[in-house]
């Protein structure tokens, strides 16, 4: 058997025919572009955008000798229309080519450019605090014209600039401050300079007499007519464009009508579910606006629906692309830790309720902000905000809360009250303790351990291991699930699971609430789902204590029992 070369291959097969890769139509002529040229003239067939894709019709014929050539046409192709080449072999037999889109130079050169016509850019943010529910209309009309404008989202592509040369690399830009400066320019066309700036944790633009506001670019002036040298301290004194506005008060609602507290609340439960819809400025106005309306007393002090409208909107800003934009970043943290100071101020973490639980979880799944945060847009967005006492919020508290959220560590205080009763504590690992002492019922010392540290979203597990017996027990919490290996020393490890209500927990469900939520699996010597599940999690290969439990030490090759 003999193996031809890829010469040999080439010269016997037939030739291929060329095909069209383009077709870009300028006023009556249509520039097409061939990967070869044809050896023989050929016909160009058009099927209109109009009709059916099978439907075919002769256009022209295309000289051979060039794989450029351009073909004029009586009437121009609509930009859309598919064209084919047909070429024709030596033996006349005809070939229908790929079929292409014709280009249109004028369509193209035009940019389809959507213009949404702002409401808002006359209102202040005080307006939006007053009973005049038009203005909260006029703001809802603006941010569903958003969501549907698919666009209004998406920050222009970086193109080179005009003063690149060609075969030279572009100039190095700084995309981070022009995506940056593009955002607040964005976010004055949608809602006006004033409630930009009250989005973005921005100092609110000067006022004129009149109420208009000044703009935030800078005018450039030639130096021989800026005429600095006709001001004088007494006339720059006595100019009255400028007008320093009052700070504003936190507002208060509790007196407002029900229909107007209602309408507010409707509404922030409406933009709470297209805020990931809208740019990230106008998801910050909202977000902001909607924790004003809450501490001002829109709802009720122990209604549970601002915590939950509050978290959506916090979860939401918190997967938005921003870019990268540093700026964005800082404001999105530093907004969002003021927000969940607003709720720990409103939860009672000694009870373990649904507002109670939502906050812990929130705080842990946004710990990162604290990376973020800066003090003076921290201290921005805490005015206007007030406590349930109805002080105003004070960025002090919330720069303390930031500082503990850092650094707190949960097991601390456990730690401390266990060693004080005279149990002997470790830290296998960092969800992990591992109690042993002079007690008999590990079982419940490793419950008592596990009820003390603060409830967080992720588990926590507590072995407890007793020196005057052979005893152990691990438990593991991770509401609502309780599971627990208990082994005495002289039998098989028996499991046990619970699914405990919001009231209960590893301490309360000791004595009454033992079989309360009790989930059966089988056999209470085989380790259920659940186990093997929340142990890989905390990074733990066995339920045994951890001298031979924990993954990467000696007996790790234990298995579950």
């Not at 309408?263 to 909202?286: E, G, H, M, Q």
């Not at 597990?461 to 599971?483: E, F, H, M, T, Y």
């Not at 093997?532 to 290969?541: D, F, K, Q």
């Amino acid at each position: 058997m003999s193996i031809s070369g890829p010469e040999e291959q080439r010269a016997g097969a037939p030739a291929a025919h060329p095909l069209l890769l383009s077709a870009v139509m300028t006023g009556s002529d249509l520039s097409l572009t061939l990967n070869r040229p044809l050896a023989s003239p050929g016909a160009l067939e058009l099927s209109l955008r109009s009709e059916a894709p099978g439907i075919w019709s002769a256009l022209g014929q295309v000289p051979a000798g060039t794989s450029t050539p351009i073909v004029r046409v009586a009437d121009p192709v609509p930009a859309n229309s598919r064209l084919r080449l047909l070429s024709y072999d030596a033996e006349g037999a005809e070939h229908a080519g790929r079929l292409v889109f014709v280009t249109d130079k004028v369509s193209v050169s035009r940019r389809q450019v959507v213009t949404i016509k702002s409401r808002t850019t006359t209102i202040k943010p005080s307006d939006l605090f007053g009973s005049d529910l038009t203005v909260i209309a006029a703001l809802a009309s603006d941010l569903a014209d958003l969501a549907s404008d698919l666009s209004a989202s998406k920050a222009p592509r970086v193109t080179p600039g005009s003063d690149a040369l060609p075969g030279q690399p572009e100039p190095a830009r700084d995309t981070d401050s022009s995506d940056w400066l593009w955002c607040q320019e964005q976010a004055a066309a949608h809602h006006g300079r004033s409630l930009a700036a009250f989005g973005l944790g921005m100092p609110a633009p000067p006022s004129t007499p009149n109420g208009e506001h000044l703009a935030w670019e800078d005018t450039l002036v030639e130096d021989a007519e800026a005429g600095l040298s006709d001001d004088t301290a007494e006339t720059v004194d006595a100019d009255p464009d400028v007008v320093d506005e009052t700070p504003l008060d936190p507002p208060d609602h509790t007196g407002d009508h029900d229909d107007i507290r209602i309408a507010r609340r409707r509404r922030i439960a409406k933009w709470a579910d297209v805020i990931n819809t809208v740019p990230v400025a106008s998801s910050l106005i909202v977000l902001r606006l909607s924790m004003i309306w809450w501490s001002a007393g829109d709802w009720d002090a122990e209604d549970p629906e601002p915590q939950r409208v509050i978290a959506t909107m916090l979860k939401a800003i918190s997967r938005r692309d921003t870019r990268n934009m540093k700026e964005v970043d800082e404001r999105v943290a530093s907004l969002g830790l003021v927000a969940l100071t607003l709720m720990r101020d409103r939860v009672d973490l000694t009870i373990r309720d649904e507002k109670a639980l939502r906050f812990l979880r929130l705080r842990d799944e946004l710990a990162y902000w604290v990376l973020d945060a800066r003090r003076d847009l921290v201290e921005e967005y805490c005015k206007l905000l007030r406590r349930p006492s109805g002080m105003p919020v004070d960025p002090e508290q919330v720069m303390e809360n930031v500082a503990e959220w850092s650094q707190e560590d949960p097991y601390a205080d456990v730690v401390a009250d266990l060693e004080s009763a005279g149990y002997s504590v470790t830290r296998p690992g960092k969800r992990l303790l591992c109690v042993s002492g002079d007690f008999r019922d590990p079982d419940r010392v490793a419950r008592l351990a596990a009820g003390h540290v603060p409830e967080s979203s992720l588990p926590i597990g507590v072995w407890a291991v007793s020196q005057v017996g052979k005893g152990w027990a691990l438990v593991i919490w991770d509401r609502p699930n309780l599971v627990k290996a208990v082994n005495s020393g002289t039998a098989p490890t028996r499991w046990r699971h619970q699914q405990l209500g919001p009231l209960l927990g590893p301490i309360t469900s000791m004595e009454d609430g033992s079989h309360l939520g009790l989930v059966r699996h089988g056999r209470l010597v085989d380790a259920p789902l659940i186990a093997h599940e929340l142990m890989g999690e905390l990074g733990v290969a066995s339920p045994h204590p951890p001298a031979e439990g924990l993954l990467g030490v000696a007996g790790a090759d234990h298995v579950l029992s």
